[in-house]
DNA sequence: GTCACTGCAAACCCTTTGCAACTCA
DNA sequence: TGAGTTGCAAAGGGTTTGCAGTGAC
């Protein structure tokens, strides 16, 4: 993605936030990283750039983005939570071997989901959203 | 499901564990509960039948289900872990404004990714099972 | 009798919180 | 200036672990 420092502070602004260098790096950080990091890894990452923040404030800043809708929490099996910022509609592929996770875009899929569940009400449930996880094992390990 | 402690006596003796009071009562106790129990409310539930338990016991023995694979872990964002005996293929539908969880049984739909997946193969990635996490709002309450 | 299992409590680790200092607007 | 943010360190809360004692087979 490379976010721009100028669009995260556009986008900050639009949310209503104040434009700090500690909300700037964390959100460029995990917008130019493909995987999906830890808080601690985000921090680590983190601190090379901007190195007086506490572990604390990335949590919060976190936080403060998943409430905003601009960041999602990945909760994985036994693991610590994981950070995504919300992009188009995707699944995720969950490795039985490891603490992996990749991004699986499908719009012909999460369609056939989606409207099955417009058709096909549930009693007493509204559906306001799905996230297919799909397990298995990486068989191509490789440009990540 | 109420499962008979002689069906809990012989599936222990299946899965080579020894049938310890402990294990009865804690399995017993998770089949006949319909919701989808933490750890501590496990073992609130087994303390009135076996007083002498402790919870580090309960969090080894639902360990060592999950590890023979009778028993499920499920993790929803920012709370414990919730353990759920493994029945027939099912899913879940995740409350957005409590941490309730409910089965959502639908082999058709089930069927239908089931197939989809098999059909179109994802680079790099050997499918082994799938999960369809749907997120809203319980709009009935009551019979639980 | 042996070895696996349990009880207990301490340790662990991720995450949250309280508060004083700071800084963006 | 002052409301909102951050740093820091301590507290919190769920889960794991080590070990001595116990019990299933």
Redesign the pocket.
Known sequence: MMMTPELIRKKL?ELN???????VVILKTLADNKSHP???EIYREVIKK?P??????V???L??YVNRGIVEKISSI?D??RYDVVSEDHHHLFSKNSDEIEDYFNVELAGIIGRYLEVNEIPGFKVEGFKLNISGEFTKRGKN
């Open positions: 602004k936030l104040k434009v700090t260098p500690q909300r830890t808080a601690e901007q007086n923040i506490a572990v604390g404030t949590y919060n800043i936080e403060t036994g610590k939570m």
